[in-house]
């Protein structure tokens, strides 16, 4: 049993949520009712558990990233922080007027969302239930978030700094050791409630067809930002795109826009880039600058939204992509850290339940590491763009 879990763990991220969606699929044909109440138990712990942790995900990751952006406030910071928000909220709008115009077209049937509500509501019980009541609501903890972030850019005292870093390191660790690993037997357990109700289907070709509008999105924000910093610093784009390849893959197979940091960088010196701009900007957009997981967010939200058959205000959209911008600021570093940091949102502002949220989670990991290539290959053009800015400044 042990050798099985240690071969699991080498496992990627994607390939297990792979294995626990078809095993879910098949599996929900023909098993026992007493074998679908184990999982129908555990999702719901797992979820009473998720709606818990989700303010605190916020104030955790929030807060410190905001009071350490304004720690080191200076130009270079300020201005790559605004180009990198910028790019996000481009990204974002960009998804959501495209999607718009794609997805009644390619969505046309909606799921019984009766179908897909907690498993112990339908024809499958649970053996029993922990409520797990969060200590605030997820708008307490954006606006104490924001309060606390802002006040320690601004006093001089490191100790709440220290406080909220360390304690940043918790829900980091909380995320990736217990939250992370445990996706796959979630993402099981309602694909068997999902094949016992006969839904399947519909939902696979959501999954493909919301996909494929992604992935062409993906590259048409990447050939955007490149032609505007390729206009900006005199550089032929798709060569300064090409050049940033290597990043691209390497992505492709971390993950992690940290763990890809070195490949990027070098691919940013290769496109000319000042080694003290490259430096500073890489590192730094490697933490704020997620347009390709913004746009993955916005796009599935959208998706799953017309998949159920709710009504898609724009009003409230245009806030959502706003905060989409703020929340990826302060996602982990870690396989799907960025739909953890969004959750808090999605829930609050587009109103989605457990279900709604767990189809999300399962979309968004399911081509994570595209998401997370599209945003190294952005930090590039970001990169390409202070360069022009610092030479500029010190012509002057």
Same mark, same amino acid.
């Given at each position: #049993?042990?050798?099985?879990?240690?071969?699991?763990?080498?496992?990627?991220?994607?390939?297990?949520?792979?294995?626990?969606?078809?095993?879910?699929?098949?599996?929900?044909?023909?098993?026992?009712?007493?074998?679908?109440?184990?999982?129908? $138990?555990?999702?719901?712990?797992?979820?009473?558990?998720?709606?818990?942790?989700?303010?605190?995900?916020?104030?955790?990751?929030?807060?410190?990233?905001?009071?350490?952006?304004?720690?080191?406030?200076?130009?270079?910071?300020?201005?790559?922080?605004?180009?990198?928000? +910028?790019?996000?909220?481009?990204?974002?709008?960009?998804?959501?007027?495209?999607?718009?115009?794609?997805?009644?077209?390619?969505?046309?049937?909606?799921?019984?969302?009766?179908?897909?509500?907690?498993?112990?509501?339908?024809?499958?019980?649970?053996?029993?239930?922990?409520?797990?009541?969060?200590? #605030?609501?997820?708008?307490?903890?954006?606006?104490?978030?924001?309060?606390?972030?802002?006040?320690?850019?601004?006093?001089?005292?490191?100790? +709440?700094?220290?406080?909220?870093?360390?304690?940043? *390191?918790?829900? $980091?660790?909380?995320?990736?050791?217990?939250?992370?690993?445990?996706?796959?037997?979630?993402?099981?357990? #309602?694909?068997?409630?999902?094949?016992?109700?006969g839904q399947v289907y519909s939902v696979i070709m959501l999954f493909l067809k919301v996909i494929s509008v992604i992935f062409v999105l993906h590259i048409l924000l990447l050939l955007i930002q490149y032609a505007v910093a390729g206009a900006v610093s005199r550089r032929h784009p798709l060569k300064a795109?090409?050049?940033?390849?290597?990043?691209?893959?390497?992505?492709?197979?971390?993950?992690?826009?940290?763990? $890809?940091?070195?490949?990027?960088?070098?691919?940013?010196?290769?496109?000319?880039?000042?080694?003290?701009?490259?430096?500073?900007?890489?590192?730094?957009?490697?933490?704020?600058?997620?347009?390709?997981?913004?746009?993955?967010?916005?796009?599935?939200?959208?998706?799953?939204?017309?998949?159920?058959?709710?009504?898609?205000?724009?009003?409230?959209?245009?806030?959502?992509?706003?905060?989409?911008?703020?929340?990826?600021?302060?996602?982990?570093?870690?396989?799907?850290?960025?739909?953890?940091?969004?959750?808090?949102?999605?829930?609050?502002?587009?109103?989605? *339940?457990?279900?709604?949220?767990?189809?999300?989670?399962?979309?968004?990991?399911?081509?994570?590491?595209?998401?997370?290539?599209?945003?190294?290959?952005? *930090?590039?053009?970001?990169?390409?763009? #202070?360069?022009?800015?610092?030479?500029?400044?010190?012509?002057?």
């Amino acid at each position: #049993m042990s050798k099985i879990l240690i071969h699991l763990k080498r496992i990627p991220l994607l390939g297990r949520v792979v294995i626990a969606i078809i095993l879910g699929i098949m599996l929900g044909q023909f098993v026992p009712v007493w074998f679908a109440r184990i999982f129908a $138990t555990f999702n719901d712990l797992f979820g009473n558990f998720l709606s818990f942790f989700i303010p605190l995900i916020i104030l955790g990751l929030v807060a410190p990233a905001i009071g350490e952006l304004g720690k080191g406030a200076g130009k270079l910071l300020l201005i790559t922080a605004a180009i990198a928000y +910028l790019s996000t909220l481009f990204s974002g709008f960009l998804t959501f007027f495209s999607c718009q115009a794609v997805f009644p077209k390619i969505i046309t049937g909606t799921i019984d969302a009766a179908s897909v509500q907690s498993i112990e509501e339908g024809a499958i019980k649970t053996f029993f239930s922990i409520g797990m009541p969060p200590v #605030m609501d997820v708008m307490s903890a954006l606006i104490l978030s924001f309060c606390i972030g802002i006040g320690l850019s601004v006093i001089a005292g490191e100790t +709440l700094q220290k406080a909220f870093s360390d304690f940043r *390191d918790i829900v $980091t660790m909380i995320i990736g050791t217990l939250i992370i690993p445990l996706l796959p037997l979630y993402i099981f357990g #309602m694909f068997l409630s999902i094949s016992i109700s006969g839904q399947v289907y519909s939902v696979i070709m959501l999954f493909l067809k919301v996909i494929s509008v992604i992935f062409v999105l993906h590259i048409l924000l990447l050939l955007i930002q490149y032609a505007v910093a390729g206009a900006v610093s005199r550089r032929h784009p798709l060569k300064a795109l090409k050049t940033m390849l290597p990043a691209y893959m390497t992505a492709l197979g971390t993950s992690s826009s940290a763990a $890809t940091i070195p490949v990027t960088l070098q691919c940013a010196l290769n496109n000319k880039v000042n080694p003290n701009v490259a430096s500073f900007v890489i590192p730094l957009c490697a933490t704020i600058h997620l347009a390709g997981s913004a746009m993955k967010v916005v796009g599935f939200s959208l998706a799953i939204i017309y998949f159920f058959g709710m009504a898609v205000d724009f009003p409230t959209f245009v806030g959502f992509i706003f905060m989409v911008g703020i929340t990826m600021v302060a996602a982990p570093g870690v396989p799907g850290g960025a739909i953890m940091a969004a959750i808090g949102i999605i829930q609050s502002m587009l109103g989605f *339940d457990e279900q709604m949220i767990g189809l999300m989670i399962t979309v968004y990991i399911a081509v994570d590491s595209f998401g997370t290539a599209c945003n190294v290959t952005g *930090d590039g053009a970001v990169a390409m763009i #202070m360069d022009r800015w610092a030479a500029k400044e010190g012509n002057q």
